[in-house]
């Protein structure tokens, strides 16, 4: 078996920068490259970096055979918000990118994919609570489209290719060191800042808008214990359902009060409210936690409090 060598593609966005330092600690500095289209930026510049474009099929392969990569995390993305302001764009670089990397994984046989899909699958004729991990799936965003779309795409892969992928459906995540990329859920980071900053926040969605979310800790740790899991434990090859908390502009208001007694929270909906409202307010995560052994860590109250002594 040939050694572990990983190869982050999308590393320089929310979830990359932090996903490769946790990797780091498991596989050592050197055997961990970190990739985006953009320069290296803030702690990616320690490491080993590669400036690329996923969209370039043959420097993927060549990239992938000269540092002879045997696992890949595949996090480019064109997200829900900033999709649907160019669907076109996004359905080809969300989709495109997957199948190079999916071709790529069977033929060089690397050992492992991971690519993130979004609760962004479901729609409206979906379950508002606890939606479960079969269901009515019926996305309206280009995004949910293309992540829906990419979930069977990895599930073909792997019955018909054996290619080992694995997939979460990630919530809104909500980190203190990185900013968000153009989602829905991006409201519940910026307001930590505008907190900070100026005591107060205008929210792009209505006070009572209930949406699954996910503290970055968390969400590194489950993708990692998932990549880590034997395979025999992985029964969902489309992509788990993942939940950490839920929560709604109104409430995490409330919660930053407590910390910033003078915040005040104003509303101004505007064209993200429609895709929120698409969306389930929770996720039932039962299949990750008794395939896996998954359990989140992260309330709203805990998450709030390691936010105000982190920022
Ligand atoms: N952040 C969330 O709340 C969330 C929720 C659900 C799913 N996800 C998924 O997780 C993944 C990572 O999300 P994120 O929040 O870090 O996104 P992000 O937008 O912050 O980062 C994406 C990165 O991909 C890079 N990129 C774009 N086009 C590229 C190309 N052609 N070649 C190489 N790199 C390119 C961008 O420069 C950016 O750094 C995505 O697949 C996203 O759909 C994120």
Not at 54 to 68: A, I, P, S, Y
Not at 80 to 109: C, H, I, Y
Not at 131 to 148: A, F
């Amino acid at each position: 078996m040939k050694k572990t060598k990983i190869l982050l593609i999308g590393a320089g966005g929310q979830l990359g920068a932090e996903l490769t330092q946790g990797l780091w600690k498991i596989y050592g500095q050197e055997n961990v490259i970190a990739s985006d289209i953009k320069d290296a930026q803030g702690v990616l510049k320690d490491g080993p970096y590669e400036k690329f474009d996923v969209m370039q099929r043959d420097k993927l392969f060549e990239l992938l055979k000269k540092k002879e990569i045997t696992q890949v995390y595949h996090l480019a993305a064109l997200l829900s918000a900033t999709g649907e302001k160019d669907p076109r764009w996004a359905w080809k670089l969300n989709m495109e990118s997957l199948l190079f990397v999916l071709e790529a994984a069977q033929e060089l046989k690397l050992h492992k994919v991971y690519w993130p899909s979004s609760i962004a699958v479901f729609g409206p004729t979906s379950p508002k609570q606890n939606c479960p991990q079969q269901t009515i799936i019926e996305p309206t965003t280009v995004y949910g489209i293309s992540k829906y779309a990419g979930e069977f795409w990895c599930n073909y892969f792997f019955q018909r290719y054996g290619v080992d992928v694995r997939s979460l459906r990630y919530p809104g995540l909500i980190s203190y060191k990185s900013s968000p990329g153009g989602g829905t859920t991006d409201y519940a980071v910026e307001i930590f800042h505008e907190a900070l900053e100026e005591k107060k926040y205008e929210s792009f969605l209505n006070p009572d808008t209930y949406l699954p979310m996910m503290y970055m800790p968390d969400a590194i740790r489950a993708t990692i214990e998932l990549m880590e899991a034997p395979a025999n434990k992985i029964s969902v090859r489309t992509s788990y359902n993942i939940s950490g908390m839920s929560f709604s502009p109104k409430e995490i208001a409330a919660e930053i009060k407590k910390f910033i007694p003078e915040f005040e929270i104003s509303y101004k909906p505007d064209y993200r409210q429609k895709i929120a409202d698409s969306w389930p307010q929770s996720i039932d995560d039962s299949k990750a936690r008794s395939d896996w052994g998954w359990k989140q860590e992260f309330d709203l109250p805990k998450m709030t409090r390691d936010m105000f002594e982190n920022l």
